[in-house]
């Protein structure tokens, strides 16, 4: 399955409700082990929060192996690539080890806890 993010969300991938749908088009096709294209041609910009929902959350569910030979990346720069890269660096690790995700989401509430 090839999906061309430009016809799909449109040249500015930032927000992580774009993500959510790019996920959720590809969560059920990658855990069958198909493999799936996502063509970033076209996309001009970019933002962490849509690779941490489009890409990142599949790491709940998929083993980073398999992620990384079922889902292809092309057509995206190099600044891209490196906040993909790191965006499944950090959910591999936050998703497979308990003590950092614990770590992690006790950071995380104090924040929110924080700017209430």
Known sequence: MKIAIKDMI??????KEDG???Y??????????????LDFDGVTQFASPF???????LLKDI???SLRRLLQIVNLNETG???????????AKYHGNKDYRK???????QQAKELV
């Open 51 to 57: 690779f941490n929902f489009a890409i990142g959350q």
């Open 63 to 65: 083993e980073e192996e």
């Open 20 to 22: 959510q749908k790019i």
């Open 81 to 91: 690539s490196l906040v993909v890269e790191r965006v499944i660096e950090n959910a």
């Open 10 to 15: 449109g040249p500015r991938c930032i927000i």
């Open 103 to 109: 770590i992690v989401d006790d950071i995380l509430e």
């Open 24 to 37: 959720d088009t590809i969560i059920a096709p990658l855990k069958k082990g198909e493999i799936i294209t």
